[in-house]
């Protein structure tokens, strides 16, 4: 067995003090919110296990004696991992997945997009990039607000590609834009005083950007179509139409909305989904960093409630509270609730008013990933990025209708606004613990479960004993915690695959698993100080998305292959790529899971891998490309002849500013780094991974 891959040990899951300071506020240096005493997914893991393991390696005994192979002198346990070995040998047998046959690209440090043998690369867009009529050119040295907000914005996450009508060779680009590092941006930063300039041009730095993109006929290449007719901004001052059944609440009126149906902006918009009535959504994940002096709040259940949201202390990272009081707590005690939502916009509309929809709930939204029941209504799974946090699903009651007709719109745009909300909770098999914290695998080579969705609200009706439908709705967490929900090592985008209806879960890591006061390994988390997260797969009972009830199984656990903790769906370790922090999903056509990385804890640089999902290669890994220094891999789209992928916060380095840049990656040496959308190609035109 080779040597374990050095770890990153500067912050929890490999990424640097910078990441976290700008990202998310220092997340994982404060209280953990979630103080509830439910059962924590790691000891729901643990309990399965062990049944499982003594019945399975009966059962090869068993099958080795009906065989007249004798087992005399051997456990039980040693003739279950004989057997697994020979399974995962007949498994590294034959070609790759159709779809991964490409040679995988090594870890590496390298300050570049470095690809996979035989295939070439651009950017499509960059940071800053004009994409509105009457935009500038970027200039690093003379921004301004009204010029950003007619620019690519900064920090690309999540990506939708859409066809746009009669207009051959385009396709729409929908980006989101997660938060900005103003000291990657402004030359001369004062972190301290910052100025109004300077905060107004962050605001228009958030958001979603719309545009058109020009495909290459010959090859994959793509290139992004400046002023097109349906590019379009959206922004941290931008209106939204509030619906669903907390619109209006009082739980959502500000001085400056007596509504509550009337709100401006998205902030940390991270993953999202398409819907398949072709409306983009987007998730508002740490929105708790942008508001001040939560700490000054005196009422007792206003305090609890900001808590458990993440809410806490004085002055913000980037002091937007100087220039706007709605991020001051303070003053405007309610305008936090207006954030932490899933947003849905039309992006054939560059005139449509964006929605924010209560119905899904309100917490640190990682993604809403959509699919149909058989009777036709939407699905979604959403996961809330948090240690110890919950996974969740919305059934709407309603029938989408097919069709492009006004009628089909305006009904469409009502699914998500009515139905009902549930949280999951995970069952072992086993009532016995065996899971020790160290992710040792069970004999029988499985992590696995059931599990059933608690309701939570329907329009309303709560569910939830002591609270009403709108303080389920605004207040999900507090829900959750109620139920008896299972916390989860960070749950963050989730896909369903195209092919199978199964639901593969990414959860990116827990580095306060097993600590003193926090909850231990189970069985779906079964490592404690988790570094490297681990991939779920969830299998609705008769393969019906409203069902109430679905089994589960750990698809991956992630890390160096040469770790024993280590799994890959029963493939041979010895022929996988290392892989850490699973963070955005995608499919490809041929039902291949690929990932991408946030914060790699194995000495690499985060990149993007394809994984196959069934057939003789389940489990098999291939990294098929790195991102550059002190970047993560987002947004990643899988197309037949074309990769695209955001590479979000290049130059993310402790240290690192304007003037000591970390990364010269995209433009070289003297330029800004700037965080962009790259296409990967064949370089003969073919197909990817044929």
Known sequence: MRKLLPLINSHPGGRSALTCRYRCGDACFHEVPNTSDNAYIGDVIAGALSRRSVLRAGAVVSVAAAAGVTAVGRAPEAAAAEGAAAAAADKGAGKAARGLRFSPVAPNTTDAVVVAEGHDQNVVIRWGDPILRGAPAFDPANQSAKAQAGQFGYNNDYMAVLDIPHERDRQLLVVNHEYTDEVLMFAGYDAANPTREQAEIAWAAHGLSVVATQEDRKLGKLTAVSRHRLNRRITATTPFEVTGPAAGSKLLRTSADPTGKRILGTLNNCGGGITPWGTVLSGEENFNQYFANAGSVTDPTTAARLKRYGLAGAATERKWERFDKRFDVAQEPNETNRFGWVIEIDPYDPESTPRKLTALGRFKHEAAEPRLTDDGRPVLYMGDDEKFDYFYKFVSSKRMMKGTSRAAREHNRTLLDEGTLYVAKFTGDSPA??????????????????????????????????????????????????????????????????????????????????????????????????????????????????????????????????????????????????????????????????????????????????????????????????????????????????????????????????????????????????????????????????
Request: aromatic share 8%; proline share 7%; hydrophobic share 30%.
């Open 433 to 690: 613990a065996e899971i020790d914290g160290s992710g040792k695998l069970p004999k029988d080579g499985e992590f696995d479960g059931s599990g059933e969705w608690i309701p939570l609200a329907s329009g309303t009706t709560s569910y939830v004993e002591g609270m009403t439908a709108e303080e389920v709705y605004v207040f999900t967490r507090l829900a959750a915690d109620k139920v008896g929900a299972t916390k989860m090592d960070r749950p963050e985008d989730v896909e369903p695959s195209p092919r199978t209806g199964k639901v593969y879960v990414a959860l990116t890591n827990n580095s306060d698993r097993g600590k003193a006061g926090k909850a231990p390994a189970d069985e779906a988390n079964p490592r404690n100080s988790n570094k490297h997260g681990q991939i779920l797969e969830l299998t609705e009972r008769w393969g019906d998305a409203a069902a109430r009830r679905f089994s589960w199984r750990l698809f991956l656990v992630c890390g160096d292959p040469a770790d024993p903790s280590t799994y890959f769906g029963g493939f041979p370790k010895d022929q996988v790529s290392p892989i850490s922090c699973p963070d955005n999903v995608t499919f490809d056509a041929y039902g291949n899971l690929w990932i991408s990385t946030d914060g790699n804890a194995l000495g690499s640089h985060d990149g993007l891998f394809g994984v196959a999902t069934s057939g003789s290669r389940e489990g098999e890994v291939k990294q098929f490309l790195t991102v550059p220094t002190g970047a993560e891999t987002c947004g990643p789209i899988v197309q037949d002849r074309r990769v695209l992928v955001a590479v979000q916060h290049p130059g993310e380095v402790d240290g690192a500013s304007v003037e000591k840049p970390a990364s010269t990656w995209p433009d070289g040496p003297g330029k800004l780094t700037r965080p962009s959308v790259i296409s990967v190609w064949r370089r003969d035109g073919g197909n990817i991974g044929v």
